[in-house]
């Protein structure tokens, strides 16, 4: 029942949120019943572009990716924790977007960590349907931390 985080910031960015929150909000989005591991790759402009080019074909960079693992199933031997998936999360465009829409880094942080963290479990908003349901749980997961809608323009700090 515990989701556990491998944060690499290979460009040595000093203003993530303490590993502490991201602990916090990643296990407010974890919907699984066993424990599971999730690699968080803070990245600059260059390699989100890079991947988003070479594995979404959209050739500029990107808030957040989520690539899940993707493998069959393998039986987990007593006490191995399964593996999620990855997401790479590009710190200027969260910065930048941040700004743009009216919110905190800490409120744009924790709203694409779980973003992503419900990509990585199977939820997606390719259709409306699909974005109606992915929203809502995110808004409702958010509001369990202090946060406020992401959808909505706010400033203020939980």
């Known amino acids: 029942m515990t989701l556990l985080l491998d944060i690499q ?4 960015y000093a203003t993530l949120p303490a590993e502490t ?3 916090q909000w990643a296990q407010a989005a974890w919907q699984g019943e066993g424990d599971a591991g999730v690699v968080v790759r803070v ?18 960079p990107t808030n957040v990716l989520s690539f899940p693992y993707d493998e069959p199933p ?19 465009v969260m910065e930048r977007e941040a700004a743009e829409q009216g919110k905190t880094q800490t409120q744009h942080w924790a709203h694409l960590l779980i973003h992503g ?6 939820y997606d908003h390719i259709n409306d349907e699909e974005a109606a349901e992915m929203e809502s749980l995110e808004t409702t997961i958010l509001g369990t931390l202090g946060f406020p809608d992401p959808y909505q323009v706010h400033v203020e700090e939980p």
């Open 74 to 92: 393998i039986p987990l031997e007593e006490g191995e924790t399964d593996y999620l998936g990855d997401l790479v999360i590009c710190l200027p």
């Open 21 to 23: 929150e991201l602990l």
């Open 43 to 60: 990245v600059a402009e260059a390699e989100s572009q890079e991947l988003n080019r070479d594995y979404r074909g959209k050739d500029y």
């Open 117 to 122: 963290l419900l990509h990585l479990q199977g």
């Open 9 to 12: 910031n290979p460009e040595n």
